[in-house]
């Protein structure tokens, strides 16, 4: 077991399920979209495979639309965007698009027919920070620091743990300032992640299974799922994360909640109806940008 033996363990309060949404008879995505206020600062996440593009150039605006390829992806995405960004995302990388005001960009597969595999994570950014200046932010997956322990290993692809941090964590440009770290364990294995007091914490579940005791897994089939973990606004706690009889492939999420009152439009995400107007007719004048379209 690896992880702090100081402080008590986080009940589970839910397992969400994660619905197949299928984009074409190739690509599809399980989503998880929960009750706001837990997950907040997260808005959803796709777990996807995709070996075909298949969404063209888009905007976003008021929020940050991140891409983190797992690295047992068969292949990458291509990114482009109105900053001028055309990249490769390979297998393991995480690509941050901090949408600020407003910014397009465009994602698909960079050899069709070989499998993109990861995550589309979809961050809020708080009000104070809907119309700063859009940004492109990345981490190559040969600079996550790895924390490998008995059983098993993670990787720090935002935040921190056990002191390593992600490189993303020196960027004064990232506003929105969370921990996500992709774990491994092997059958059976298990690791403690520190939560802060008051933060929200849940763990995205790739494959495998996912052992714990808490009557909320009771009779649940937790494939393609989301364990939510209980906020505690006095203390820090530890979120177990431990593997039943398959190896866990995973996602951990932490982050310390916006508390603002969220109105999606789309693409968009506001305080308010008047926030998505105004970002509609930004749209509409040309003001995010422009991107032709690649496939």
Known sequence: MCGSELHALKKITAVIDMPYHGFDQHSGAYMLRANPALIDPFIGIDSYTMPQPFFGPHPHAGMSAVSLMLPEADGGFLNRDSLGDHSLIRPGDLHWTQAGRGMMHEEV????????????????????????????????????????????????????????????????????????????????????????????????????????????????????SAIIFEANDALMQVARLQAGGEKLRGVFF???????????????????????????RAFAAGQMGHLSKSF
């Not at 004064?172 to 996500?180: A, D, G, S, Y």
């Not at 579940?205 to 897994?217: C, D």
């Not at 439009?265 to 509609?280: L, R």
């Open 109 to 224: 597969p960079a050899e069709p027919g070989k499998a993109a595999r990861g995550m589309q994570i979809f961050v809020n950014l708080s009000r104070a920070h809907k119309q700063a200046e859009p940004a492109a932010l990345r981490v190559n997956h040969e600079d996550m620091p790895v924390v490998n322990f008995e059983g098993g290993h993670l990787r720090v692809v935002a935040g921190e743990f056990q002191g390593q941090s992600s490189c993303i964590s020196s960027d004064p440009r990232w506003l929105t300032r969370v921990n996500m770290l992709d774990v491994t364990l092997e059958p059976g294995a298990s690791v403690d992640i520190p939560v802060k007091a008051g933060d929200n914490a849940f763990f995205v579940i790739r494959s495998g299974t996912f052992l714990n005791h808490f009557e909320a897994l009771a009779g649940k089939d937790i494939a393609q």
């Open 254 to 280: 932490s982050g310390t909640p916006i508390n603002e009152p969220i109105y999606p439009g789309g693409p968009f995400m506001g305080n308010s109806a008047e926030d998505i107007v105004a970002y509609k």
